[in-house]
């Protein structure tokens, strides 16, 4: 059974920096390096988003408010994908969650908060 379990969230103040992990297990290494794997966000009241997504070749794609800001990358020896946040806004606040996709599988972890405030 795949498993995605997120860490690193937590409080920040605005222009500061987090790292987020997602760790996949249940999976072997090369099942996982034919995963996309993305982080998604929920904001209270607010849909979730695309916050950034690396496909299985390594190509990156970035939701249009965290541009320039956020970086996602991905280890197939850890199983695991990072998102490296700089700069952060209050807006940035949400509840961010990973997602493994393969095939017409799709996976998700439980969330980790991330909080943007002075």
């Known amino acids: 059974q795949v498993q995605l379990v997120e860490s690193g969230g937590g409080l920040v103040q605005p222009g500061g920096s987090l790292r987020l992990s997602c760790a996949a297990s249940g999976i072997t290494e090369i099942t996982f390096s034919l995963y996309t794997m993305g982080w998604y966000r929920q904001a209270p009241g607010k849909e979730r988003e695309l916050v950034a997504r690396?496909?299985?070749?390594?190509?990156?794609v970035y939701g249009e408010s965290v541009k320039g800001r956020y970086t996602i990358s991905r280890s197939i020896a850890n199983k695991s994908v990072t998102l490296e946040m700089n700069s952060l806004k209050v807006e940035d606040t949400a509840v961010y969650y990973c997602?493994?996709?393969?095939?017409?599988?799709?996976?998700w972890g439980q969330g980790t908060q991330v909080t943007v405030s002075s």
């Open positions: 690396i496909s299985r070749d390594g190509n990156a």
């Open positions: 997602k493994g996709d393969i095939s017409r599988w799709s996976y």
